[in-house]
């Protein structure tokens, strides 16, 4: 939640909540990273306008290299937009800040177990998320200079640059100022890639782990029954209110899926499509390029980073579906 924070990813309304003028600071903060965000989102779509636009031919290299960054970030701005200043999606956090304090209160080790093991779990997976990540930035970093390096002959006109972005003057003329605007954009943008899902994992794996200590509250029926045994009535009568409580339980568990897909499931579909046709693009790269060990482990290794990251979301997605059938 910190890291999500230093970008302003999580909603301001959550961030210094005991302290108005540090969240009015925040919340001020939040929208300019996400103005910047917007702005460079649209220079990336300038470019891909003026690429398809272009009078005397397709460059289809080019094309294949705007087309998986644009649409990633779009997903990821979407995502972002509906975190912010959609009120269903507030209303889901407050109900994990809520059901979590509920398990500190209840004071039990085993339930408390976990509610650890699943989010230990979830966080050694988005760990290697964002360590694939870390790896994609750095090439889209030092490609340009690896290039160079493959084909020192390269005409000043050719430089390549990380990103496929509209620059308002001569981008090669310019390159050092281009190319270290590029750095900066980029940082920002897979910040906010990284964040933004490290930040859905994290909404998606909650009613899993709510479903998880259910079903063990179930199993070990007896057992809270007992806990519960220092309340008057008879001993069904504690059964019943156990039981009552544990159908509540559910209920909220499935009040927050549906929330969530009310929110989030037309977006979540177009996130698979966009998935799709990044790895088709990103094979386009290598088809539409010379072949080069560099372009080559870029390639892998981009394709890996998408694979990865549509198997955790249909991972956790899948997860729910096993634990409520």
Not at 32 to 60: G, H, N, Q, R, W
Not at 264 to 288: G, K, P
Request: net charge neutral; with cysteine.
């Amino acid at each position: 939640m910190t890291s999500g924070s230093l970008l302003g990813i999580i909603p301001w309304q959550f961030v210094f909540s005991n302290h108005i003028f540090l969240q009015k600071i925040y919340r001020l903060y939040s929208n300019l990273m996400l103005s910047y965000y917007a702005i460079f989102l649209a220079s990336a779509y300038v470019k891909l306008f003026l690429l398809l636009t272009e009078a005397d031919s397709l460059k289809p290299e080019e094309i294949t290299q705007n087309v998986p960054v644009t649409f990633i970030n779009s997903i990821t701005f979407a995502k972002q937009f509906i975190i912010r200043f959609k009120g269903g999606f507030i209303g889901i956090l407050r109900q994990i800040i809520e059901s979590e304090s509920c398990v500190i209160e209840m004071e039990d080790q085993e339930v408390s177990a976990i509610y650890e093991t699943t989010s230990k779990a979830m966080k050694t997976k988005s760990k290697w998320y964002l360590g694939i990540l870390l790896v994609c930035t750095l090439q889209y970093s030092l490609v340009p200079v690896l290039m160079g390096l493959e084909k020192p002959n390269a005409t000043e006109t050719s430089k390549p640059l990380p990103l496929s972005l509209w620059f308002p003057v001569d981008e090669q003329k310019y390159y050092l100022i281009a190319y270290a605007r590029q750095i900066l954009d980029g940082a920002v943008a897979i910040s906010f890639i990284a964040y933004t899902d490290v930040f859905m994992f994290t909404v998606m794996v909650f009613p899993v782990g709510q479903l998880r200590i259910l079903n063990f509250m179930l199993e070990n029926f007896d057992s809270y029954k007992r806990k519960h045994s220092n309340l008057h009535g008879t001993d069904s009568a504690v059964a019943h209110k156990v039981f009552v409580d544990m159908i509540l339980r559910h209920k909220k568990i499935i009040e927050y899926v549906k929330s969530f897909n009310d929110t989030m499931s037309s977006l979540m579909l177009l996130q698979f499509l966009q998935c799709s046709i990044e790895i088709a693009f990103i094979c386009l790269q290598a088809v539409t390029n010379e072949i080069t060990l560099v372009l080559v482990f870029f390639v892998l290794t981009l394709f890996l980073a998408l694979i990865i990251r549509l198997f955790l979301y249909h991972y956790y997605a899948n997860e729910i579906i096993i634990l409520v059938s």
